[in-house]
Each structure stands twice: as C-alpha cells, then as structure tokens.
T-cell receptor, first 114, second 110 residues
Framework: KAGVTQTPRYLIKTRGQQVTLSCSPI?????VSWYQQTPGQGLQFLFE???????NKGNFPGRFSGRQFSNSRSEMNVSTLELGDSALYLC?????????????FGEGSWLTVV | GNSVTQMEGPVTLSEEAFLTINCTYT??????LFWYVQYPGEGLQLLLK?????DKGSNKGFEATYRKETTSFHLEKGSVQVSDSAVYFC?????????FGTGTSLTVIP
C-alpha cells in the first residue's frame, strides 16, 4: 500500500512569491494534516482537513492556507513568501479525523525562500 | 493548555549502551501518546504509541509506558545500534490537535 506522497520534494522560491504544495494521502484515509518543521521552532501544526473541510488550524498567519479535494488529496498554499517560511513542510494522513488515531507522515517538501 | 516537553539533546551514545529519552506532558483531557522517529533526510515515522494509562508501547526494541501519575512517556532501549541514530519526537493528541516535543537528536557511535 503506497504511503503518503508529497510533491515537490524540493523547491526554491523568491521572497514575495507564492507556493503550492501537494499531498496524496494513503488510500482510504480521509484526514490530511500539515506541519511546518524548522530548526528554531521545531514541528508545528498548521491545519487539518477532513472530508474537504478544515477542521482545525494552528497559530499561523492567513498567508498559509489549504484545501482538500473529494479524493482526499490536499494542497497547501503559502502566499507572499518570507525568508522565515523556509522549512520542511510535512503532510500526514489518517483514516478518520485524527483525534485518537495514528497519523502517517510523508517525506516532506523542502522549501527554501531566497 | 497542552504541551510536550522532551529532554534536550543532542545525545551521543556508544553502540550497545542503554538509552532513555525523557518526555513529560501536560494535557487537559486523556491524550494518546506517541514516539516518532525522523531519520536524516526523511519524514517522521511512527515508532510506538500508547492510548491509555499504563499501556506500554513497543517496537524495534524501543519501549515507552504511559504514566498518568507522573505525566510521562519516557522512551527506552536496552542496547542501541548505529542505525538508531535519528531525531526522536514525543507527541500527544488531545482533542483536535497534535502537539510535538522539540525533538531529541541521538547519535550512536560504533
């Protein structure tokens, strides 16, 4: 069974641009959550989508947004990129809304903002 | 609020040494607890979990016991290998969000 797939794996963007990251969950999983990992802040929760609806949101500015499609695939968008947005962005999926369930992580998308 | 506190690293051990990585938590409800491992250049992988008090999670020689009385979930392994070198994250789910510790980097030297 294929795992969580994230694309692209690596990308470089210029300050002020916007970026879209994609996540395909494990087949049958309906919940997708996103995380930002940086050396300084560690691993921080961005948001979770379940059945095409955002269920929970972490403490990030509105420049960070996402959506989920009917096939459970999810995209995350960051607009007006800042240098501090350089990070590893991880996506994770779980069968249901992740409370109490195990989540499975993808390998992440490395974003560098220059 | 909810939070997870891990012992700070980095931790360097010789092969076959005993490993303990401390993790304590604060939660308003009855969380499930997890240890995730991140190998260099990879995403996080579930190492083990426990969903209620006194449960012991175990995998690949690693163990952790959910201690409600001390709000702890310490990770242990009796004999580490070079291949265990990675960053270890303690985490909890309570309600609608995942909370992660800051991670503990482990290096095992031959």
């Amino acid at each position: 069974k294929a795992g969580v797939t994230q694309t692209p794996r690596y990308l470089i963007k210029t300050r002020g641009q916007q970026v879209t990251l994609s996540c395909s969950p494990i087949s049958g999983h309906r919940s997708v959550s996103w995380y930002q990992q940086t050396p300084g802040q560690g691993l921080q929760f961005l948001f979770e989508y379940f059945s095409e609806t955002q269920r929970n949101k972490g403490n990030f500015p509105g420049r960070f947004s996402g959506r989920q499609f009917s096939n459970s695939r999810s995209e995350m968008n960051v607009s007006t990129l800042e240098l501090g947005d350089s990070a590893l962005y991880l996506c994770a999926s779980s069968l249901e809304h992740f409370s109490g369930n195990t989540i499975y992580f993808g390998e992440g998308s490395w974003l560098t903002v220059v | 609020g909810n939070s997870v506190t891990q012992m700070e690293g980095p931790v360097t051990l010789s092969e076959e040494a005993f490993l303990t990585i401390n993790c304590t938590y604060t939660a308003t409800g009855y969380p499930s607890l997890f240890w995730y491992v991140q190998y260099p250049g990879e995403g996080l992988q579930l190492l083990l979990k426990a969903t209620k008090a006194d449960d012991k999670g175990s995998n690949k020689g690693f163990e952790a016991t959910y201690r409600k009385e001390t709000t702890s979930f310490h990770l242990e392994k009796g004999s580490v290998q070079v291949s265990d070198s990675a960053v270890y994250f303690c985490a909890l789910i309570d309600g609608n969000q995942f909370y992660f510790g800051t991670g503990t980097s482990l290096t095992v030297i031959p």
